[in-house]
T-cell receptor, first 114, second 115 residues
Framework: SAVISQKPSRDICQRGTSLTIQCQVD?????MFWYRQQPGQSLTLIAT?????????ESGFVIDKFPISRPNLTFSTLTVSNMSPEDSSIYLC???????????FGPGTRLTVL | GENVEQHPSTLSVQEGDSAVIKCTYS??????FPWYKQELGKGPQLIID?????GEKKDQRIAVTLNKTAKHFSLHITETQPEDSAVYFC??????????????FGGGTRLMVKP
């Protein structure tokens, strides 16, 4: 497994602002992912964070709304831009060392937008 | 793309009883099936997984079975304890996306173990 930390653990933000969430892993990993978990719901993949290149977004998610950086093999950020109350969710990063199997999740960032 | 359905959505058992959660998947090419446990306020924790080349895997009180022909897999928890209370998610490694591989998650099962 891997030790994954996220900052902040929670935040309350005003409509129209942006929040950047950080994900740090204790060792180099091949793949990092960002998920959204809306209240009481399952996990939905936002994008795959690619080291040294643009992230790969899933259907329904766009770079302007969720810009992602991955400057190295242990760190990534997700920004939630121009927030609205509908963005209130838990945002989770995950890592995968085994090329598509064995994903491990961070503790999540609980975001509330007023 | 892959579709994973999970049942039941809620499950209440008495401490010491067994609990079974079932999932079905749609893509016969899926070959990896993990199960996650998510406690309140925490991220999902990988508790057990199974690959398509085996039919069953056990780890102490937890077991997972896979029926590739029927495209369903199940999580079995024996001798349940109050600390097993959590939301459980199944997942399947589905078709490749542009970046490589993608897990598709079931809707989750809220398990409550009553003392």
């Amino acid at each position: 497994s891997a030790v994954i930390s996220q900052k902040p653990s929670r935040d309350i933000c005003q409509r129209g602002t942006s929040l950047t969430i950080q994900c740090q892993v204790d060792s180099q990993v091949t793949m990092m992912f960002w998920y959204r978990q809306q209240p009481g719901q399952s996990l939905t993949l936002i994008a795959t964070a690619n080291q040294g290149s643009e992230a790969t977004y899933e259907s329904g998610f766009v770079i302007d709304k969720f810009p992602i950086s991955r400057p190295n093999l242990t760190f990534s950020t997700l920004t939630v831009s121009n927030m609205s109350p509908e963005d209130s969710s838990i945002y989770l990063c995950s890592v995968d060392r085994r090329g598509g199997a064995g994903q491990y999740f961070g503790p999540g960032t609980r975001l509330t937008v007023l | 793309g892959e579709n994973v359905e999970q049942h039941p959505s809620t499950l209440s058992v008495q401490e010491g009883d067994s609990a079974v959660i079932k999932c079905t998947y749609s893509d016969s090419a899926s070959n990896y099936f993990p199960w996650y446990k998510q406690e309140l306020g925490k991220g999902p924790q990988l508790i057990i997984d199974i690959r398509s080349n085996v039919g069953e895997k056990k780890d102490q009180r937890i077991a997972v079975t896979l029926n590739k022909t029927a495209k369903h897999f199940s999580l079995h928890i024996t001798e349940t304890q109050p600390e097993d209370s959590a939301v459980y998610f199944c997942a399947a490694l589905g078709p490749l996306n542009n970046a490589g591989n993608m897990l598709t998650f079931g809707g989750g099962t809220r398990l409550m173990v009553k003392p």
